[in-house]
């Protein structure tokens, strides 16, 4: 059994269909504990609070002592975990991050409280102090992180991350739903998440 903490990202409202809904219910059914909250306030956000909702989840999660505790996010929900690491707001090392699609803060103007520089070295300490296994993957073509997944957080990070060819920004509007590599991923680390 495993503690699953989900991180949407930005506008999601955990629509049926989205990828990370099946991952929810697969996990569960399988006796996963998962916590997939709602965000406040997804169209116009405001990292801060969405900080608050990320640390109470986190605590509620150390709270039960038996289980690896595994953070999936995907978009700003990534970002949402980095400038959680970087401000020393997550305390405790959780076993395994994987961040999907990660948008470039460069393009995150909009967001209210954002305040990550993913090119300074303490903030890639920091996320790698967050978790024991760090993982990005991302799509080639993906119009939010415009220069490139490995030059936006590959390099900065240190990682070389799995490549999904062609899958956009990994959402529902690319076409991308059901995804069985990232529910094996839960139970099996070294399971190939490129498997649709």
């Known amino acids: 059994m495993a503690k699953v903490l989900i991180l949407h990202g930005w506008t999601n409202r955990r629509q049926q269909g989205h990828w990370q809904r099946h991952l929810a219910t697969a996990l569960r059914q399988q006796g996963h504990i998962v916590a997939y909250p709602q965000f406040p306030n997804p169209d116009e956000p405001k990292l801060d609070e969405w900080q608050e909702l990320l640390v109470a989840e986190l605590d509620i999660l150390a709270e039960i002592e038996s289980g690896e505790t595994i953070v999936i996010g995907h978009s700003l929900g990534c970002i949402n975990w980095i400038q959680g690491a970087a401000t020393g707001r997550i305390s405790n090392p959780v076993d395994r991050v994987l961040l999907v699609a990660p948008a470039d803060p460069r393009m995150l103007g909009e967001v209210e409280g954002l305040k990550v520089d993913i090119n300074d070295p303490s903030v890639a ?43 956009g920004h990994l959402s529902l509007d690319d076409g991308f739903g059901f995804w069985q590599g990232v529910i094996d991923w839960v139970n099996d680390p070294k399971a190939d998440l490129t498997t649709r």
């Open 125 to 167: 300490a920091a996320v790698h102090a967050s978790t024991g296994q760090l993982l990005v993957l991302a799509s080639d073509k993906d119009k939010w992180t415009p220069r490139g997944i490995q030059a936006t957080f590959g390099e900065p990070l240190g990682v070389s991350p799995v490549i999904l060819p062609g899958a």
